[in-house]
């Protein structure tokens, strides 16, 4: 088991299976990425830059695709609460899965220019 496996089964299950599931996004989106525990949470790293990060809440799921990530996606976010670099996923709503995978390609592109 690795450090964010650990970290995900830190939660109660429902939260498992979403931090899960972004994981998964992120890993098929960006296989070159690597995978590491920075901060206290799972971060994914691309070209020696942050990729995104996310983390399990009581409440919510924080994701973070670092402020370029936020402004390209202000009006599909519009339903969450976002900051400058982050968005959280309520526990009580699905997760955009499809959001959450365009977001983190979008990511991968500026990363890769």
């Known amino acids: 088991m690795n ?14 299976e979403r931090l899960t599931a ?7 989106s960006a296989p070159q990425a690597t995978e590491r525990i920075c901060m206290s949470i799972p971060t994914y790293d691309l070209n020696g830059k942050w990729l ?6 009581k409440k919510h799921i924080g994701f973070y695709p670092q402020p370029e990530g936020i402004v ?3 009006e599909k976010l519009s339903d969450y609460k976002t900051s400058k670099g982050t968005v959280q996923f309520p526990l009580g709503k699905p997760l955009p899965l499809d959001l959450i995978r365009e977001i983190v ?3 991968v592109e500026e990363q890769l220019k």
Request: charged share 25%; hydrophobic share 50%.
């Open 3 to 16: 450090e964010v496996d650990a970290y995900i089964k830190g939660f109660p299950v429902e939260v498992q």
């Open 22 to 28: 972004i994981r998964n996004i992120v890993l098929e």
């Open 52 to 57: 995104v990060h996310f983390a399990g809440f």
């Open 72 to 74: 390209a996606f202000k």
């Open 105 to 107: 390609r979008f990511r």
